[in-house]
């Protein structure tokens, strides 16, 4: 296997990196503080190709891989994971129409992803039901040629931005089998009945919007169907066969952020009369900490070349979600230590990198069921 990046996806690196690093510094900040962010920063990532590369090429994406696209979501977290998250999540859930789409959906929903006329979310997670999704309680009832759907949603990324959302959806309650009860239903936001109220007070990646949503008698057309009724379990595990390849770039990209910070401090910073750099404790640390980074590139890397090879391993992907997770929360918990008193406070970048960095835990799976998952296959 070879995992050399050809001369496009070094120059898609290379772009990535360029564009991050002269929009986000200057503003990562003010949207940290303020829990805000300026969605022309989403428009103009847009304007220069950045995002739904993974978009086929027909629906007016690039038709990379999704391979390219955690190359480019390792560039943006590496500079600021608040901004990158509020500009990369806005195509979450492309994924799911890529996959299971009419041609319909397809058609009217991608391209204007791809041109940032459009965004999207996708809600699973309810109140009561989180890691266990098979639990979800909204519902989605057939009347006429209409779904009527009634229930609430927790944590759902852009939820007061997006114009599309695909939600899970109860369909059929009484199939005996937990994972043929729900489906995916395609919601356009401005549906009569949908409403959206912000989550305030997020530890970090505040720059991105999280929402919770209630449904009261949303009617949508039965073609708003996403895949097949009753297949809604199978889909989401193919859908975030997908989207964790990107949790993974985002680790590595914020452990970098993380180690860039460590070298920059310990080599300015003084204490008995030699910088901290020079103590082999310090060195150390930085010598994990960038063998941690490469362990969980080359994860993520071997994940998502599987996948775009049609190889869908969904341990590999597992082990590289929760792997990469946990890595950027040491890495981050390291390069403060380096920092003391310092990256305690929020002028110093490394705060909100460790405040950011709880997240890759817990969203798209938390560590605990990507384990579950590896320890499942090991033992069938
Ligand atoms: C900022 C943010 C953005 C998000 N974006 C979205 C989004 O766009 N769409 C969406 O649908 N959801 C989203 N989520 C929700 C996220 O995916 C869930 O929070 C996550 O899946 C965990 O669910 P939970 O919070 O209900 O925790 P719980 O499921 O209640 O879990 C709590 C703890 O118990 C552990 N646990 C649970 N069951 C077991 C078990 N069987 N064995 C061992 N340990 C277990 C978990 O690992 C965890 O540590 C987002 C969340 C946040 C915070």
Redesign the pocket.
């Known amino acids: 296997m070879d995992f050399s990046l050809n001369n496009e996806q070094k120059d898609i690196i290379k772009a990535a990196r360029e564009f991050a690093l002269g929009e986000f510094p200057d503003r990562a900040q003010e949207f940290d503080r303020e829990e805000t962010f300026d969605q022309g920063l989403w428009k103009k990532a847009c304007e220069l190709g950045f995002i739904g590369t993974f978009i086929p090429e027909e629906y007016e994406g690039m038709g990379y891989g999704f391979f390219e696209n955690c190359l480019i979501t390792e560039e943006f977290w590496a500079v600021d994971p608040g901004i990158a998250q509020a500009i990369i999540s806005c195509t979450?859930g492309s994924e799911l129409l890529i996959l299971f789409g009419s041609d319909d959906q397809k058609t009217s929903i991608l391209p204007g992803l791809v041109s940032g006329e459009a965004l999207i979310?996708?809600?699973?997670?309810e109140p009561d039901a989180?890691?266990?999704v098979t639990s979800a309680t909204t519902t989605a009832i057939r009347n006429g040629g209409d779904w009527i759907i009634n229930g609430a949603?927790m944590?759902?990324?852009n939820g007061n931005l997006a114009d599309h959302m695909i939600v899970f959806c109860l369909t059929d309650p009484e199939n005996p089998s937990r994972h043929q009860r729900h489906s995916f239903i395609l919601i356009p936001t401005n549906t009569p009945g949908y409403s959206s109220s912000k989550i305030r007070g997020?530890m970090g990646?505040r720059a991105s919007d999280?929402a919770e949503l209630s449904f009261s008698d949303v009617r949508v057309p039965i073609r708003n169907l996403v895949g097949v009724e009753g297949n809604g379990f199978k889909e989401l595990m193919a859908f975030f066969n997908r989207t964790r390849l990107h949790v993974s770039a985002q680790a590595v990209g914020l452990a970098r952020a993380a180690l860039e910070e460590s070298i920059k401090h310990t080599k300015k910073r003084r204490q008995f009369d030699a910088p901290l750099a020079s103590f082999q404790v310090t060195q150390f640390k930085m010598a994990e900490m960038a063998t941690w980074i490469r362990a969980a590139r080359n994860l993520y890397y071997e994940a998502a070349w599987s996948v775009d090879h049609g190889k869908i391993d969904h341990a590999l992907i597992a082990m590289a979600k929760w792997f990469s997770a946990q890595m950027a929360v040491r890495c981050a918990d390291e390069a403060l230590q380096m920092h003391g008193g310092y990256g305690y406070i929020d002028e110093y970048r490394v705060q909100r990198l460790y405040r950011d960095a709880k997240?890759l835990e817990?969203?798209?799976?938390?560590k605990?069921?990507e384990k579950?998952i590896v320890a499942k296959s090991l033992l069938a």
């Open positions: 979450f979310g996708t809600a699973i997670t989180g890691s266990d949603k944590f759902a990324t997020k990646i999280t997240i817990i969203y798209e799976g938390t605990e069921m579950t």
